[in-house]
């Protein structure tokens, strides 16, 4: 699978300035029901690899960090 070159618009958006999956907290990666949340091998840090979001929102909720911002559409709200 080809890595994107762009910036694209996802649901799931992690603040790496307040993720602190480098220091070993996997919260959002281990709640994600759809497995969409990985930690970065070089980064260290939390990303969304898939975009198959259900906008469940327990990433966001228990993130102890406020990292977690989960879009939900506007329909969807």
Known sequence: MP???????????VDN???I???GCTVCVDVCPLDVLVVDSITQKAYMKYDECWYC?????DCPTG???VNIPYLLR
Not at 57 to 61: G, H, Y
Request: aromatic share 0%; charged share 20%; hydrophobic share 35%.
């Open 17 to 19: 300035e307040k993720c």
């Open 67 to 69: 990292a977690v911002t």
């Open 57 to 61: 929102t327990p990433c966001e909720v």
């Open 21 to 23: 999956a480098d220091k």
């Open 3 to 13: 890595l994107a070159q762009t910036n694209t618009s996802v649901p799931v958006i």
